[in-house]
C-alpha cells in the first residue's frame, strides 16, 4: 500500500531579485506502509523542500499529494493542521522547541494540541521515549539548559508522542554524536519494522542512509533512485 504518493508536483520560490527558482517540476514519487526512505543530495538539491511538503508544511504550485488515502492538497487550512498533528511526527533541523519550558512540557505538545491535557498516558509515554533516546533524567530541565544534541533528542520524541503513521525528519542526527546517531537509527528501524510504520528521513549521513531501505538521491537535474538491501540489526 503506498502511504505517500505525489503526482506531477511542481514547486517553486521567488528569489529576493523577483526571479523564480523552480525547486521540483512534474515531480513524482510513492512511498509505501511500512518503509524506511533515505532522501539524500548536496545542499540546495531540494530536500529540505521535499520534507516539508511531505510534512504537510509546505503548499505546491501544481500536482497532487495523497498521504493516507486523504488527498492533502485539497484540504483547509484547519483541517491540514489537525490532519498534520494526528497523522505525521515531523522533526526539525533547528528543533524549534519552546524556551521557557521543560523537556516533558515540549515533547508533550502535540498531544496537547490534540486535546490531551497532560494525560498520564501521554507523560508515561514521553518518560518511555525520552528514556530510550538517554535523557529520561532531565525530563523536568528547562530546555535552557540541555545540550544541542539533547535538544535534537527532545525535538525527535515530540514527534513521536502521539504515535503517528508517517515519521518526517530533516537531518535527525545532524548535531548527535555516533553513538546516540545509532541509537536514534536502531528506533526509527524498530518503528517501522515492528510498528509498521514509516519513516521518511532527510540526512548528509550516508552511514545512515545506507541503513534504510530505500535510499531518493536528489539532484538539480534529475532524481536517482537506488534500492538498498534490508537491514537486520
Request: proline content about 3%; overall charge negative; some cysteine.
Amino acid at each position: 500500500m503506498d502511504i505517500v504518493i505525489i503526482d506531477s508536483i511542481t514547486k517553486s520560490y521567488r528569489e529576493p531579485s523577483g526571479e523564480k527558482f523552480i525547486v521540483f517540476k512534474n515531480f513524482s514519487l510513492t512511498i509505501k506502509k511500512g518503509e524506511f526512505v533515505a532522501i539524500t543530495g548536496e545542499s540546495g538539491s531540494g530536500k529540505t523542500t521535499l520534507m516539508n511538503i511531505i510534512g504537510c508544511i509546505d503548499d505546491i504550485d501544481e500536482g497532487k499529494i495523497i498521504i493516507d488515502d486523504t488527498d492533502v492538497t485539497s484540504l483547509n487550512e484547519d483541517d491540514l493542521a489537525k490532519f498534520r498533528n494526528q497523522k505525521i511526527g515531523y522533526i526539525f533541523q533547528n528543533h524549534y522547541l519552546l524556551r521557557g519550558f521543560n523537556v516533558l512540557e515540549n515533547v508533550l505538545i502535540p498531544s496537547i494540541i490534540g486535546g490531551y491535557f497532560f494525560e498520564e498516558e501521554y507523560i508515561q509515554k514521553a518518560g518511555e521515549i525520552l528514556g530510550t533516546l538517554g535523557i529520561g533524567e532531565k525530563i523536568h530541565r528547562d530546555i535552557a539548559q540541555i545540550s544541542g544534541g539533547e535538544r535534537q533528542r527532545v525535538a525527535i520524541a515530540r514527534a513521536l508522542i502521539n504515535s503517528p503513521e508517517i515519521i518526517v525528519a530533516d537531518e535527525p542526527t545532524g548535531n548527535l554524536d555516533p553513538k546516540n546517531a545509532e541509537v536514534v537509527f536502531e528506533l526509527f528501524y524498530n518503528l517501522v519494522k515492528e510498528l509498521n510504520k514509516t519513516c521518511i528521513v532527510a540526512t548528509h549521513n550516508l552511514n545512515f542512509a545506507k541503513k534504510a531501505d530505500r535510499i531518493i538521491d536528489l539532484s538539480p537535474q534529475e532524481v536517482r533512485i537506488k534500492e538498498t538491501s534490508k537491514v537486520s540489526l
